[in-house]
């Protein structure tokens, strides 16, 4: 089990850019999570899928976010425009069968935007 | 709504300390309870967890027991390594439906040699 994999692991951009980030969750895992972490704001949901329907993504800031789960094995979460407020680490989760069993966290993709 | 609430850090203590991370929670109905810990550069990693009232979760030394009563489930671990530096989760999942975990904002433990 490779376990939840993101990529990529850091990401530099320019403002205005639009940014992708990607997430390959633990085979059948129904859940898939995307969070955002920063030092001001802690951890954040933006937007959890069950069995690739999005769920809830009220946590999503503003519309330049968008994110999508084309199949059980892959999400995406895009940022078109970037801004530097933008900058933080983002964090994708997936879960066996609900949230009360646990999440499994990916090691996260930095994200930069100058 | 539900809610956890854990004491502020950062906490700073030497080698061979006990360690314990306060942690109580707000909820409707039973919820399950979790720690997590995050490593500098890394993502969350689960710790412990339990499921129900009196159940003891441990892992790595650590351990914390769900106290319906006092609505807690306090993290502690006898003697802490430079290894255990990291930042700590207290999260909680409503037992009602597959909500997403609430977290606590997390506790920064610093252990010196």
């Known amino acids: 089990d490779a376990g939840v994999i993101q990529s990529p692991r850091h990401e530099v951009t320019e403002m205005g850019q639009e940014v992708t980030l990607r997430c390959k969750p633990i085979?059948?895992?129904?859940?898939l999570f995307w969070y955002r972490q920063t030092m001001m704001r802690g951890l954040e949901l933006l937007i959890y899928f069950n069995n690739n329907v999005p769920i809830d993504d009220s946590g999503m800031p503003e519309d330049r976010f968008s994110a999508k789960m084309p199949n059980a094995s892959f999400s995406t979460l895009k940022i078109q425009p970037s801004e530097p407020r933008d900058s933080a680490v983002y964090f994708c989760a997936s879960s066996p069968q609900g949230p009360r069993y646990g999440y499994t966290f990916g090691s996260g993709t930095r994200l930069t935007v100058v | 709504g539900d809610s956890v609430t854990q004491m502020e850090g950062p906490v700073t203590l030497s080698e061979e300390a006990f360690l314990t991370i306060n942690c109580t929670y707000t909820?409707?109905?039973?919820?399950?309870l979790f720690w997590y810990v995050q490593y500098p550069g890394e993502g969350l990693q689960l710790l412990l967890k339990a499921t129900k009232a009196d159940d003891k979760g441990s892992n790595k030394g650590f351990e914390a027991t769900y106290r319906k009563e006092t609505t807690s489930f306090h993290l502690e671990k006898g003697s802490v390594q430079v290894s255990d530096s990291a930042v700590y989760f207290c999260?909680?999942?409503?037992?009602?439906?597959?909500?997403?975990?609430?977290f606590g904002k997390g506790t920064r433990l610093s252990v010196i040699a």
């Open positions: 999260a909680l999942s409503e037992n009602s439906g597959n909500t997403p975990l609430v």
């Open positions: 909820a409707t109905g039973y919820p399950s």
């Open positions: 085979s059948g895992h129904d859940y």
